[in-house]
């Protein structure tokens, strides 16, 4: 694709970027199994990421303290009408993040994402074929400066001081022997999210979709938008798209995840078994703790944002 090169080059500007133009779509949301249109939006500088309920005309900030249920996917809410919420949008923050997008809305017209085909690259497709366009304000990224960890079991995550980027580092441990335990280390360049993240698909075990489906989630769950294992089966006609696929997804829902950071975070990400629970207990233990933490100008410091960028506003 001709707009790769100039998505790359623009990555490493230390100034904030929007979409070119609007762009929609329609699919099917994953947990209600209604239709969901979705609409990629231009935004001001200094905007971050904003969810739209076009059918209630209410915003809510794309923001760790706005996440409201983690059952699943992450959902985050309107903080002055606690009913008014919007689930699903790890894979979009990801794709956003990953694709270097700061300032955007999202517009959804009822309360869940639609899932697409259970990774974030249709999304990213959807931002290439609207375009980005560079921004007179400049990025801030979140220097982490002192270890931040939550544990919940065998499980924990963990941030720690680092370099001028976001490294991640995850492994994941299934009894399921199609899944098993898989590792990830990757450094969030533009270039190794698409490749290595983008395209990773949702999974889940064959035995848990009957009880997800009674308690109103995964109804619109399906072979073409998720991964459905069976002991040391795939159940998908087409099998994976990487070995390692399953992790690839994980570590691309923590993407989704610390975006809800509110900026690029500078440093380096830990975790083993996390999930969405875990994910955000982290952002609120970052943030409850002003010492662990630093709000830089990447202009100022002469740093890149080669790693994943959101909008300058952190807490």
């Known amino acids: 694709m001709d707009g790769m090169t100039d998505l790359t080059i623009e990555m490493t500007s230390t100034r904030q970027h929007t979409l070119k133009s609007r762009i929609d779509c329609v699919g099917v949301a994953l947990h209600s199994g209604a239709k969901a249109s979705l609409s990629l939006l231009p935004a001001a500088p200094d905007t971050g990421i904003v ?92 220097e982490i400066v002192r270890a931040v960890r939550v544990e919940q079991g065998d499980a924990f995550a963990e941030l720690r001081p680092g370099g001028p980027t976001l490294d991640l580092a995850l492994t994941i441990d299934f009894q399921a022997s199609a899944i098993g335990r898989q590792a990830l280390s990757l450094s969030m360049t533009e270039q190794g999210f698409r490749a290595v993240l983008a395209g990773a698909r949702t999974f889940t075990l064959l035995q848990e979709i009957e009880a997800m489906q009674q308690a109103g989630l995964a109804r619109g769950g399906s072979l073409k938008n998720a991964i459905v294992v069976d002991g040391d089966r795939v159940l998908n006609p087409e099998g994976l798209r990487a070995p390692d696929e399953f992790v690839r997804h994980k570590l691309l829902d923590a993407v989704g995840d610390l975006a809800m950071a509110g900026a690029p975070i500078h440093g380096r990400f830990v975790a083993h078994c996390t999930g969405h629970a875990l994910n955000n207990r982290l952002m609120r233990a970052l943030f409850a703790d002003s010492k662990a933490w630093r709000m830089v100008s990447l202009e100022q410091a002469g740093w890149s944002s080669g790693s994943y960028g959101m909008a300058a506003k952190a807490a």
């Open 51 to 142: 969810f739209r309920r076009t059918d209630l005309g209410l915003d809510i900030q794309a923001r760790y303290d706005r996440v409201t249920d983690t059952r699943l996917c992450t959902q985050i809410s309107h903080p002055d009408h606690p009913d008014v919420h919007i689930r699903t949008v790890e894979h979009v923050m990801a794709a956003l993040a990953g694709t270097g997008i700061d300032n955007a809305i999202v517009a959804v017209d009822g309360p869940e994402v639609p899932v697409l085909d259970g990774s974030a690259a249709q999304i990213v497709f959807l931002i290439d074929c609207a375009g980005r366009v560079s921004q007179a304000a400049p990025r801030q990224a979140i």
